[in-house]
């Protein structure tokens, strides 16, 4: 059984920062492929970060510049830093990663931009 347990959002200012982080627990490899998603209220959820077990990561074009994932495989920790928020970049983020033929998904930590 594998555990995803995000954190860090909050509420901030347009051109503000937050850092989310998701630590995963239970058998999954500090090395996984981790993936971060966000879901805009009454929006479907998109992609928005992925991070590859020797640390590279890929992002939708959008979040490109302001977003950095990274990742501390001893710790099983996946992390988020945004900056540069914007309203658009509002929603609820959640973690994910895939082990064999099951996807996992965290619990998901509200992020709101607002003035």
């Known amino acids: 059984q594998v555990q995803l347990v995000e954190s860090g959002g909050g509420v901030v200012q347009p051109g503000g920062s937050l850092r989310l982080s998701c630590v995963a627990s239970g058998s999954i490899p500090g090395d996984n492929a981790m993936y971060w998603y966000r879901q805009p209220a009454g929006k479907e959820r998109e992609w928005i970060a992925a991070?590859?077990?020797?640390?590279?990561?890929t992002y939708r074009e959008s979040v490109k510049g302001r977003f950095t994932i990274s990742r501390d495989n001893a710790k099983k920790t996946t992390y988020l830093q945004m900056v540069s928020l914007q309203p658009e970049d509002s929603g609820v983020y959640s973690c994910?990663?895939?082990?064999?033929?099951?996807?996992?998904w965290g619990q998901g930590t509200q992020v709101t931009v607002s003035s």
């Open positions: 994910n990663t895939i082990l064999g033929a099951h996807n996992y």
């Open positions: 991070i590859s077990g020797g640390g590279i990561g």
